[in-house]
């Protein structure tokens, strides 16, 4: 692996997800540190719910939650 350039910002990485703390979800919504760049890694339930200003990119994983018959089937059972 080569050298990484040294004028090339450091990244901040920050979590986004339904089940973290509303304290931890507001830090997404705070400028990176000077000097490094902010990279939201969120659901996609949390992506499509809120808009935070700034953001240059969107990459999506495209990862799916898919029911299969069986999953059906365990909700009928339970009486669900």
């Given at each position: 692996?080569?050298?990484?350039?040294?004028?090339?910002?450091k990244?901040?990485?920050?979590?986004?997800?339904?089940?973290?703390?509303?304290?931890?979800?507001?830090?997404?919504?705070?400028?990176?540190?000077?000097?490094?760049?902010?990279?939201?890694?969120?659901?996609?339930?949390?992506?499509?719910?809120?808009?935070?200003?700034?953001?240059?990119?969107?990459?999506?994983?495209?990862?799916?939650?898919?029911?299969?018959?069986?999953?059906?089937v365990?909700?009928?059972?339970?009486?669900?």
């Open positions: 692996m080569g050298q990484v350039d040294p004028s090339t910002p990244l901040h990485p920050l979590p986004l997800y339904a089940g973290l703390p509303s304290q931890e979800q507001m830090a997404v919504f705070q400028p990176a540190p000077e000097g490094e760049r902010k990279v939201i890694v969120a659901t996609n339930v949390a992506e499509a719910s809120v808009t935070i200003d700034g953001i240059v990119y969107v990459i999506d994983c495209g990862f799916v939650k898919v029911l299969s018959p069986s999953d059906l365990l909700i009928v059972d339970a009486g669900i």
